[in-house]
Nanobody, 125 residues
Framework: QVQLVESGGGLVQPGGSLRLSCAAS????????MGWYRQAPGKEREVVAL??????????NYVDSVKGRFTISRDNAKNTVYLQMSSLKPEDTAVYYC????????????????WGQGTQVTVSS
């Protein structure tokens, strides 16, 4: 069984910062792409940031609205992906979900997509 557990969400004032963490655990063989998504009230879930595996160059991509403010990173030894969020705006308010493509002992020959439980980020004065 593979699980993704998020932490770091909370209430912050506009202009503030938060750091989200997402740790994968279980019978993991390897992790490919990891990413962060968010869903605001009344809106569809959107991709925020992606980071590829070291094998694929550790390339990062961001939605235009967060470029220059958010940074995605990963610690492969800890099976963890991070999202450093700075200069937060009220429009960043959403439930943030981490995602990872993971090959486990159960799947073995293929990667499956896994999701965290979501963590609330609220930006308000």
């Amino acid at each position: 069984q593979v699980q993704l557990v998020e932490s770091g969400g909370g209430l912050v004032q506009p202009g503030g910062s938060l750091r989200l963490s997402c740790a994968a655990s279980g019978s993991i063989i390897s992790i490919n792409e990891m990413g962060w998504y968010r869903q605001a009230p009344g809106k569809e879930r959107e991709v925020v940031a992606l980071i590829t595996s070291v094998t694929n160059g550790g390339v990062t991509n961001y939605v235009d609205s967060v470029k220059g403010r958010f940074t995605i990173s990963r610690d492969n030894a800890k099976n963890t992906v991070y999202l450093q969020m700075s200069s937060l705006k009220p429009e960043d308010t959403a439930v943030y979900y981490c995602n990872a493509w993971i090959r486990s002992q159960r799947t073995y020959v293929r990667f499956n997509s896994y999701w965290g439980q979501g963590t609330q980020v609220t930006v308000s004065s």
